[in-house]
């Protein structure tokens, strides 16, 4: 059974980081991309960064070069450095991975707090 667990997610200042980890479990699976998304009260889940099997790296407007998209092979987690963060980053961020023969996996999702 595939699991993904978010930890990192806390209460920081405005201009503070943080480092969201998803752990995958349950198997070695070949994966087609990683992402991360989040969703803010009251707004729709939206899609903050993905990471490609072969490493491409995309991200949304507003997190474009303070956000970082990376994975670990080694621990097999999936990582989000978070740089320079603001209020409007406060939302529950949520990891997901598109596996190549099992389809797409969501997390439980991990909350990131940005104070003014």
């Known amino acids: 059974q595939v699991q993904l667990v978010e930890s990192g997610g806390d209460l920081v200042q405005t201009g503070g980081s943080l480092r969201l980890t998803c752990a995958v479990s349950?198997?070695?699976?070949?994966?087609?991309?990683m992402q991360w998304h989040r969703q803010a009260p009251g707004k729709q889940r939206e899609l903050v960064a993905t990471?490609?099997?072969?490493?491409?790296?995309t991200y949304a407007t507003a997190v474009k070069g303070r956000f970082t998209i990376s994975r670990d092979n080694a621990k097999n987690t999936v990582d989000l450095q978070m740089n320079s963060l603001r209020p409007e980053d406060t939302a529950v961020y949520y990891c997901?991975?598109?596996?190549?023969?099992?389809?797409?996996?969501w997390g439980r999702g991990t909350q990131v707090t940005v104070s003014s």
């Open positions: 997901y991975v598109n596996f190549q023969r099992l389809g797409g996996y």
């Open positions: 990471r490609t099997s072969a490493g491409g790296t």
């Open positions: 349950g198997g070695i699976f070949a994966i087609n991309n």
